[in-house]
């Protein structure tokens, strides 16, 4: 069966999909003697995939190993300047990748495997797998720092970070513990986030990644994943729960108020007591039942009528004053 040839690299363990595509565009890989392209479609069972001239070796079985890397080693399979790498702790035959980088001054768990579907799934921030850190700073954080941490802050490139979810652990003498929660996993997102809001950062130790927890392994210590373990991860990571509208404060202007009712339409409406308004029109009968008096427009006689002046205003009905006019 054919599948994208970064695809089939990755699931022979020679990384994540997006080492794979380094390989690729690097000239590494050919399929059937011809230079392998970007995209690319192959079948391991009839294609001949060569890389750096030696056959795919097909992926026999899956590894996943918990490290708990200390200070001093940098989460890397192979390093230029000949540093102690993550590789030189845990010594499996079987060729492994990290996943979940770290700064070479943090530390805390690293996940190697050769399982390069999981390894791109658990790097690629559009998965939103969680990541969970506890951060000693030098200071004792104010609430406007912890609110512009979980808003996210503008990095020195430009780019936003995305929200975080950050609370106060413990105090430590000058500084304190927080518990950070990324969903993004920018290099070096912490230490630049805490720069920002003037936070130095003292130590950072990641104790998650996923489901997937350090739990008691000291620096330097490594242990095989269970096969739950490995399916746990391999799940699609739970959304966070949003949060509830918060109640109304005791005193507000709502409080005591019962719910507005409903006007109902076949009873007439009520006024104050003594208010002839609140009683039905009674269309049967008269209004009076004396008898009625005539109209002033009917007389006997016609009487004509008075011209209206037009060069004075009309009388707004205020009596104007018979003493002297007060100078304006």
């Not at 192979?78 to 845990?90: A, H, I, P």
Request: hydrophobic share 30%.
């Amino acid at each position: 069966m054919e599948e994208r040839l970064q695809k089939i690299l990755a699931q022979a363990g020679l990384g994540s999909r997006r080492t794979c595509e380094t390989l690729i565009i690097a000239g590494r890989v050919t399929v059937n003697g011809k230079n392998a392209e970007l995209g690319q479609k192959a079948d391991p069972a009839v294609d001949k995939i060569l890389v750096d001239g030696r056959p795919l070796q097909p992926l026999q079985t899956t590894i996943y190993v918990a490290l708990h890397k200390p200070r001093g080693v940098v989460s890397t399979a192979s390093d230029e300047f000949g540093r102690s790498t993550v590789l030189d702790l845990v010594p499996l035959e079987t060729r492994l990748y990290p996943v979940g980088r770290l700064d070479i001054d943090s530390e805390g768990l690293v996940l190697l495997t050769n399982d390069g579907q999981l390894a791109n799934q658990l790097s690629h921030p559009k998965f939103e797998h969680p990541k969970e850190y506890k951060v000693l700073v030098a200071r004792q954080p104010d609430d406007a720092q912890l609110e512009a941490f979980r808003h996210g802050v503008v990095m020195p490139d430009g780019h936003r970070t995305a929200p975080a979810e950050v609370r106060l652990e413990a105090n430590q003498g000058k500084g304190a513990w927080l518990n950070v929660i990324l969903r993004e996993g920018r290099k070096r997102q912490i230490r630049e986030t805490c720069q920002q809001v003037g936070l130095p950062v003292v130590r950072i130790v990641r104790v998650r990644i996923g489901t997937l927890r350090l739990g008691n392994l000291k620096p330097g210590e490594w242990r095989k994943l269970t096969p739950q373990e490995a399916a746990d991860l391999k799940a699609p990571p739970a959304r966070p729960a949003r949060a509830e509208r918060p109640a109304r404060a005791a005193g507000s202007r709502s409080e005591g108020r019962s719910p507005r009712q409903p006007r109902s339409t076949g009873q007439p409406r009520t006024t104050r007591a003594g208010s002839s308004a609140g009683q039905p029109r009674s269309t049967g009968q008269p209004r009076t039942t004396g008898p009625r008096r005539p109209s002033a427009r009917v007389t006997d006689e016609k009487t004509p009528r008075r011209p209206r002046s037009t060069g004075r205003p009309r009388s707004t009905g205020r009596p104007r004053s018979s003493g002297p006019r007060r100078p304006r």
